[in-house]
Nanobody, 123 residues
Framework: QLQLVESGGGLAQFGGSLSLSCTAS????????IGWFRQAPGKEREALLC????????NYLDSVKGRFAISKDAAKTAVYLEMYNLRREDTAVYFC????????????????WGQGTRVTVSS
């Protein structure tokens, strides 16, 4: 079972930026599609972006288009979620998840999940 760890969350100002990282303990992410999801208080989990093993990216949420970007490092040991122009509604716990097939908007298609990292955007 892939052990995913998210990092980089914290407090950000309205209009500010944060960069989240997703790594796998003792493993490469190369064979996996990695998705980023978030869950705000009292709301359902929603899919944000995904990057496939070949580097193809998908953006599933209109409200983050042009503000969030997904990438992975050359060594394929980390996947990043770059967040810009943060809004209060971006406040949530952010999760990364992995699956061996291509990207999917459905969280249930992913077999490994991290514990999440909290992002709070203050006005």
């Amino acid at each position: 079972q892939l052990q995913l760890v998210e990092s980089g969350g914290g407090l950000a100002q309205f209009g500010g930026s944060l960069s989240l990282s997703c790594t796998a303990s003792g493993s490469t992410l190369a064979p996996y599609s990695i998705g980023w999801f978030r869950q705000a208080p009292g709301k359902e989990r929603e899919a944000l972006l995904c990057i496939s093993s070949s580097g193809v990216t998908r953006n599933y949420l209109d409200s983050v288009k042009g503000r969030f970007a997904i990438s992975k490092d050359a060594a394929k040991t980390a996947v990043y979620l770059e967040m810009y122009n943060l809004r209060r509604e971006d406040t949530a716990v952010y999760f990364c998840a992995a699956r061996r097939s291509g990207c999917s908007i459905a969280g249930s298609d992913f077999t490994s999940w991290g514990q999440g990292t909290r992002v709070t955007v203050s006005s």
